[in-house]
């Protein structure tokens, strides 16, 4: 949740880490208050594939800073 990644993040900055957070919403309480549509959605492989090309992107991105 949001407030499990602001302690990792802290604790990122204070390590002198990179670290990152991909949150999966599985259904919005607010669309479901207002009658609104609301799928409920369990599948979690779009936040994995999502979470795997950042690191991509990220190992990338040092590989050239190294450079």
């Known amino acids: 949740s949001e407030m499990?990644?602001?302690a990792?993040?802290?604790t990122a900055q204070y390590l002198?880490?990179?670290a990152a957070t991909v949150l999966h919403v599985m259904a919005?309480?607010?669309?479901?208050?207002?009658?609104l549509p609301?799928?409920?959605d369990h599948s979690v492989d779009n936040a994995v594939k999502t979470a795997v090309e950042a690191v991509?992107?990220?190992?990338?991105?040092?590989?050239?800073?190294a450079k």
């Open 4 to 6: 499990e990644s602001a």
């Open 38 to 40: 609301n799928p409920v």
């Open 28 to 35: 919005n309480q607010e669309r479901e208050k207002k009658g």
């Open 8 to 10: 990792l993040f802290i």
């Open 56 to 65: 991509r992107i990220q190992i990338r991105k040092d590989n050239r800073t």
């Open 16 to 18: 002198r880490v990179k």
